[in-house]
Every structure is written in C-alpha cells, then in structure tokens.
C-alpha cells in the first residue's frame, strides 16, 4: 500500500532552499505523524527500530545543488509505503490531521511546508523476477563486521556479500515483523551508484540505481512494501518497479 504527499510552501514563494541533509526532515515529519497513533511507542520507543514500513523524498526534475543548500521547485513529494493496513491507516489519519489542523513543516531557512495533497497509489502486481529503480538510496549493514570499519560494515553494490547479506537482512527483517515465507533473493545490477549520506553526526554508505532482482513472489513483494534493506524508517530503501 503506497501513498503520495504534496508538500508545498505556505505562500507566494515557488522556489525552496532546502538543507542538503534533507532527512531530518523527512524522519521529524514522520514521527509528527504517528506521535498521536496507538503505535508510536512501538515504532519510536523500542530497542530495536525495525520499521515496518519504508518513503522517499522526491525533490522534483528542477533541483539544483548549490554551494549550501538544494534549490527547488515546490511542491516536493514524499512518498510512503507498507505492507500493514494499520500502518497505513494510522498515517493517512495523521496526515489528514496535520493538513485540518494547519500544522507545517518547518524548515532552516524559515520557510515552511503544508501538506497540500494526499493521493493513494494504485498497487502493484509482483512477479518472481522484477527490475527496479530506487527512489531513496538502500543501506545494508553487514552484521558480522564491526561499525569501526565503515567501510565493509555499509555493504554495496561493489562488494562480493552484497547478495548475502541483503538475503540475511531481509530474512531477519521478515521474521522480526512477523512474516513468514522468505526464499533466497538473486540480484543483478544494472547500474548504481554508491552514495556517501551525512547522517545525524556521521555518515552511511548507500547504493542506488537499477538492479533486477528474482525470489519468491512473497518476499519480493515483502521488500516492495517495506523496502529494501536496513533504516528504512530513516528514508532509505524505497524503490519504484520498471
């Protein structure tokens, strides 16, 4: 279940200045969501934040980067998918009451985003082989090696676990939110990109671009709904099928 939130500025103002870390943002917006919803606590308040659900920012065919800021068109668009119906509605009703109430988006430059659209998305058919698009770059994080070595504990498309330990998060993911059923995932790469991402007050590498990937129809749509890899909550691993 997929939905598309309009985010627009709250006046005359067409062009935005954005943070170049612009997730912040997106995980604040999200928390506002929930904070009234009976699972906030199961989704903010526990140990471990396996998130069961996934988003993306889309920040429109116009952005530029400048030396200290994105530029933009508004409105942006941030997506958002689950594969749980009480997920889904408890953030729709969040987003309802954020647009009734007047609530807005601050942002560092003291312009200020409303929600000015919500728009459910058709659902997808999933086969056993699709090919995708990311709409957020993936992170995985190989738990067999220490956080100290960044750079083989973030694992991306250039490294030789890259199917292992995305078939051992993924079945990790599925048991933690109680979903059974997971089978071996195949994937190719078509194209990426690895990205280096400032995250609160460090750093995570991420994958994006084009990759096929083949498995059961339950797990693929598991990481269709869900996302793809680890901090999904955190606007990472949501992708588009082609």
Known sequence: MRI??????????????????????????????????????????????????????????????????????????????????DIYSYFINGCMDFMNEGKMILLKNNQRLKITKIEPLPSKTIGKKITIKTMSPFVLQNP?????????????????SFESVLNEVTEKRMAYLGIKGFSPIKIKTNKSKIDQIPHYKGYVRATRGE??????IKTLQFLYDYGIGTRTGQLFGMFRIL
């Open 4 to 85: 598309k939130i309009m985010l627009g500025s709250d006046d005359s103002e067409k062009q935005l200045l954005l943070n170049k870390n612009i997730k912040p943002v997106g995980i604040s917006f999200l928390k506002t969501i929930y904070s009234k919803s009976p699972v906030f606590n199961n989704l903010y308040n526990s140990d471990k934040k396996r998130m069961p659900f996934c988003s993306a920012l889309y920040l429109g065919k116009n952005m530029k980067i400048a030396e200290d800021y994105i530029i933009t068109d508004s409105p942006i668009t941030f997506f958002f998918s689950t594969g749980r119906f």
């Open 144 to 160: 067999k090696v220490d956080r100290k070595d960044f750079k083989n504990f973030y694992v991306t498309a250039e490294h030789d």
């Open 211 to 216: 990759f096929e990937l083949v498995s059961s």
